[in-house]
């Protein structure tokens, strides 16, 4: 599966931004879904996941109760709605999936920059 990302952009503080992840093949209803962020000068992190069907999803603490992960299957899209950014929500944002769950981020998209500004 292909994953292209797109959305990222310019915020200011407490504004919200959705990025949307557009996978190729109809298979993708069949991938976990899910989100890693990269700020400057620090490692590439977990943001978000939503299973295969979506019936659950995680996240970081540190953006709980602001981001929502969702999927739109018929779409073959994944989407990471970001409520209440702050400036250290700054990085790469990069999609990725996994077949089934199998434990495994196999495919990821090129990143989206976000820059949130105080």
């Known amino acids: 599966v292909q994953l292209q990302a797109s959305g990222g952009g310019l915020a200011q503080a407490g504004d919200s931004l959705r990025l949307s992840c557009a996978a190729s093949?109809?298979?993708?209803?069949?991938?976990?879904a899910g989100w890693f962020r990269q700020a400057p000068g620090k490692e590439r992190e977990f943001v978000a996941s939503i299973t295969w069907g979506g019936a659950n999803t995680n996240y970081v603490d540190s953006v709980k109760d602001r981001f929502t992960i969702s999927r739109d299957d018929t779409k073959y899209t994944v989407y990471l709605q970001m409520n209440s950014l702050r400036p250290e929500d700054t990085a790469v944002y990069y999609c990725v999936a996994q077949f089934l769950g199998n434990g495994h981020w196999g495919y990821w998209g090129q990143g989206t920059q976000v820059t949130v500004s105080s």
């Open positions: 093949g109809r298979s993708f209803r069949h991938y976990s």
